[in-house]
């Protein structure tokens, strides 16, 4: 794994584009800008890492889109300490992202291979996630509450069950809608029976799917 100074000049021209669609979060820029996104994809998709594209992983699954994880992460404006709880570990970009900005990260995969690639590559890195191969449906009661639940798959509708896992003052980020188009919604838990949600525009996510495999 190398990161050279083109690698490096790519990014900074990828954050540089960034800033130009809106995104103003600095610990977010910062956090992109320290990560190499090109160690999460596959080595013949290596000249694709700094373009704002989504890419294929393997199990059939892609890296979301650079514009994607600046905007969910902006939306999450996460804090130093915070306890995270990503569903949809994937390549495991997104989740250095958040360790890079200090959150106390747990995600789940439902993929094996995937669970066990991530949790390689961001160990070689020096990062300290708490990765967990299971079913994102069910969060994690064993160590709930969250300051905050990020959900990188479009889900039809938010489960109860993540809701349930999320501290009062917290807040959720998910895509969700039955389609191809997501509605990027963030979930305010205001107390145990009261939620409020905003709505932040439409992308495309790969499904939330049931089950572990
Ligand atoms: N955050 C990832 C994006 C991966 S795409 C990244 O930065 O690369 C979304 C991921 O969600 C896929 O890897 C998919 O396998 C996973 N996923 C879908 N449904 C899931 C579920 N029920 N539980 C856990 N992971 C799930």
Excluded at 39 to 61: T, V
Excluded at 75 to 99: H, P, R, W
């Amino acid at each position: 794994m190398q990161d050279t100074l083109r690698d490096k000049g790519l990014r900074k021209r990828l954050i540089d584009k960034l800033r130009e669609r809106g995104i103003q979060h600095e610990s977010v820029l910062q956090a992109m800008t320290v990560v190499p996104r090109h160690f999460f994809m596959d080595s013949s998709f290596l000249s694709y890492a700094y373009k704002d594209q989504a890419f294929p992983i393997s199990s059939g699954q892609t890296i979301s889109q650079p514009y994607t994880v600046a905007f969910q992460s902006s939306l999450l404006d996460i804090k130093q300490g915070e306890k995270v709880l990503e569903i949809g570990t994937g390549s495991g970009y997104q989740c250095a992202i958040l360790l890079e900005m200090g959150a106390s990260v747990y995600s789940i995969e439902r993929h094996k291979d995937l669970y066990l690639s991530a949790g390689k590559l961001l160990t070689q890195m020096g990062y300290r996630p708490n990765l967990f191969w299971g079913d994102g449906y069910l969060g994690l009661p064993g160590y709930a509450p969250f300051d905050k639940i990020l959900l990188t798959a479009g889900a039809p509708n938010l489960p109860d069950e993540l809701i349930k896992q999320l501290k009062i003052g917290g807040k959720l980020v998910a895509p969700i809608g039955a389609t191809k188009l997501q509605t990027m919604t963030v979930y305010h838990k205001i107390s145990e029976s009261s939620i409020t949600r905003e709505e932040h525009g439409h992308f495309s996510f790969v499904p939330f799917l049931p089950g572990k495999i």
